[in-house]
């Protein structure tokens, strides 16, 4: 095969994924950079990773309301692609913020750890502008690898070897589903890019072609494990409370956002025709997910497994708008996704602050009276907790609104019921962080630890992003909107 | 001014920046800058009042937009008629006095606390002018919050279990109502509706099987606010944990929200199925009255005795609502406003006592009159107002109600309910008795103080409005009329005949024409005025 080099470098064009490659060279700067980093001071790692998540969001956004398609076709820049690598970038930002303190703390900050938040995000980013199977595969295993490693970061303990392991087991074999679910796609059709499967669906017959179905269906089994949707959901709470704490605000926030970009864009542009299939498997998965997230953190101690379950619920919820179809609700998901970033993350970062060395996984009576001493920390993780739990005004109640708004404008109207009967329950378990917080006394000699700069600064973002879109939604409404404009 | 109601409402938020910048336990710097907000947020209130054109406009509109995106549009659109107006007056009317009420009673977190009580009052405000369905929902949610803390941190011994049991109970009503207030907004865009506007959701021709979960949904959320039987029980375990402050608040405001939801939104945005839930809400307002009443009878906690009572007095404003005619309505509105006054002030009487003896049993009492004598007089005519006697507000307003039950078609339910009357007078005066009257034997309430000046500061504004509104409540009353009216109209099946009838029915005689012609009127006009709205 001759290979015409002028053409080939015609067909590429950088620009593309520009923030993906400031992010990969940094990441492999940082490695070298690493060896000469004295141990006690990687968090200036931190702050040279935090300049490249800036650098690349300001290449990223620079793209908006243009859209470029490269590299034959199998990445595009466009306004989706670029929501969604603000919500990443806005997740890795976050969580390399708080990730210097603990992880000083827990004794494990190695110098990789900045690096392999940098690729995960380069592959989250890869999923949401893939517009090929092969390049979504080729994000979604770039970030699984990294995010197992992270998650058994913390290698002296054995509770976050045992995340690291679970994850990548079950991962590893979700992964071959969403292959399997690839190849027969790609048996049927002929070809791999999103865009040209969608004509050729109608083509071979539709949701009558048994082999497209399950092809489909096996696919989408794939990005539900990443998103943790029940009944896929079994590993979420042991890698949430086994993986440091900073990694675990990670992982909730942005990777769950990486699954829902690829399988919006994948299920939106590609099969299109079978909406009624796949909205009937996805409002019963919504249910399912919902109900068995939200019911089993009414009883957690744990706090990381509580926002383990509660984070199973969330992408329930963001189910409900998915199973839709509506452009009501696929915006709500881009909206929800940017604000559960900011309250996840938000409300983790408190909890790397409560927890104790060796014991970092703190239970929600660690909160008691910490209403009274630390006034601040209180009051920000009492906004993270009303917008998880959806109370006006904060973000997250506009995005439940968005989510739920799509059901009923689809006819999913009991779906919303059901939708806000869940959240009703779930603001149970959010009140009692905040019970603990305020009306329970707390032990004298607890110290908690002292607020450093940049968890400062994660938790005046983290609680700003929660609340100011819950005030004036309309411009990041407007963007999401803008954004999900596919075809 | 034309954004007065803006600057009313977001007055309290601007007392709530003040206080930020107070250092903690300067609680007299605190407590003053809570209680000048208040009282100057009640002063830029009055000019409501005097510029209120009676008619049954909305007026001192604001309307700008606030959230467009998608299919939704929703408007920053606020101003009041002459159903809100007087409920915005008592919000106003109240929170300075319930500020004044705490002055001594919290020493703990004056700060955090005070913040909750302006935050409150916003929202209270807030949920009152809203003329956008999505802006009150916001402000009606956000009315929980504070509430929630207040009870929780500064509550009883049984605070925890209350507060949540109080916010759960309440959100799960409300949440409900934001999936029918989605799915009107959705109907109402089939016929060109862009936007939340409360009035254009008005002349939407609902389907009537529709408007009957419609209704449902509106009417839950409303009804455990109000709180009507059988959803009623969060608010005696609310009610006796809060502060007194939460306490006043609770009954004097909040519980208004549920009446003021169903005349505002539930009953004209879907009047066929008013009619169809009437019998059934009549049935537990009436159940409610009855019900509440017996178990005030046998409290011994004079403060959840209050509370019952409230629960009694509420059914007997629902029933009036549903009477749908002038009488019942503007009784039902006014008892709203008498049961603000009366219950709130025997509130504030309960946290007197609770403040100096630290209990509220009423076996812990016995001859306090001797003791305290202002304060006798003071409960003794709170009491009677509570009661209905003639010459207080809790008389008109009872009386309007019954004889507005009694012309419509709820007459036998109005004869049920008048026994709630007596009930009343029984378990108000027996409680009384035994507080006030008797031997002065227990040697702790032999040493008891008379109230103070500032605590009888509190109580006169209240006991002047209890016998203004006894006295002469007509121009309360004028200020409703042309509102109310236009609710009924709203609320009848057939608009055009109502517009015709309407105009006589200013002759109480005429009343009972339109409430017999409802009825036969009904089935004849429902196929008709469903069939053009289904296409």
Known sequence: MDINVAQLFQTINLNVIMPEVILSVLGMALLLVNVFVPSKSKGYLAWLSLIGIVGAGFAAVTGWGTTVSSFSDSVVQDNFAIFFKIIFLLAAGLAVLISDQYMSREECNHG??????????????????????????????????????????????????EAGMKYFLLGAFSTGFLLYGMALIYGVTGTTRVAKIAALVTQVGGASNTMLLIGMFLMLTGFLFKIAAAPFHMWTPDVYEGAPTPMTAFMSAGPKAAGFAAMLRLLLVAFPSMIADWSDLLWILAVLTMTVGNFTALRQDNIKRMLAYSSIAHAGYCLVGFASGTATGTSGILFYMLSYTFMNIGAFAVIVLIGKKGEPNGTVMDYAGLGHKRPLLALAMTIFMFSLAGMPPTAGFIGKFYLFSGAVQAGYIWLAIIGVLNSAASVYYYLRVIVYMYFKPGEEEFDWFSVTAPVALALVVSAAGSLIPGIIPSMILQFAQQAVKLI | MSNILSVMTFLPIVGVLLLLFIPKGSNGALRSVALVTTVVTFIASLPILTGYQTNAEYQFVENVPWIAAGPFAMRYNIGIDGISLWLVILTTFIMPIAVLSTWTAVEDKVKEYMICLLILETAMLGAFISLDLFLFYIFWELMLIPMYFMIGIWGGKNRLYATVKFFIYTLVGSLLMLVALIYLYFLGTKTGITDFSLVHFFDLKIDPATQTWLFAAFALAFAIKVPMFPVHTWLPDAHTEAPTAGSVIL????????????????????????????PLIATLAVIGIIYAALVAMVQEDVKKLVAYSSVAHLGFVMLGLFALNEQGVTGALLQNLNHGISTGALFLIVGFIYERRHT????????????????????????????????????????????????????????????????????????????????????????LLDLNAREIAIMVPLLVMIFVLGVYPNPFIEKMTPSIKKVIAHTRIEPITTAK????????????????????VQPVTEPAAAKPAAH
Do not use: C
Not at chain 2, 258 to 278: D, K, N, S, V
Not at chain 2, 397 to 416: A, D, K, N, P, Q
Not at chain 2, 501 to 520: F, L, T, Y
């Open chain 1, 112 to 161: 990789e750890l900045y690096p392999i938040i940098l690729f995960t995000t380069v592959g989250m980013m890869l999923m949401a502008a893939a517009t090929d199977l092969m390049t979504i595969f080729l994000g979604l295993e770039l970030m699984s690898i990294s995010l197992y490693v992270l998650a058994g970061f913390n290698r002296d303990s054995i509770k976050s070897n």
């Open chain 2, 251 to 278: 009954a004097a405001i909040m519980l208004k929200m549920g009446t003021y939801g169903f005349i505002r939104f539930a009953m004209p945005l879907f009047p066929e199925a008013t009619h169809q839930f009437t």
């Open chain 2, 360 to 447: 509220r049993l009423i076996t812990d009492f016995g001859g306090l009159s001797k003791q305290m004598p202002i304060f006798a007089v003071i409960f003794m005519i709170v009491t009677l107002s509570s009661v209905a006697l003639p010459g207080t507000n809790g008389f008109v307003g009872e009386f309007l109600i019954l004889v507005g039950g009694f012309e419509s078609s709820l007459r036998w339910w109005t004869i049920v309910a008048s026994s709630g009357v007596i009930f009343a007078a029984v378990y108000m005066l027996w409680m009384f008795q035994r507080v006030m009257f008797g031997e002065l034997d227990n040697p702790k309430n032999q040493a």
């Open chain 2, 501 to 520: 009838v309407a105009v006589p029915a200013v002759v109480p005689a005429a009343e009972a024409v339109p409430a017999d012609h409802a009825a036969p």
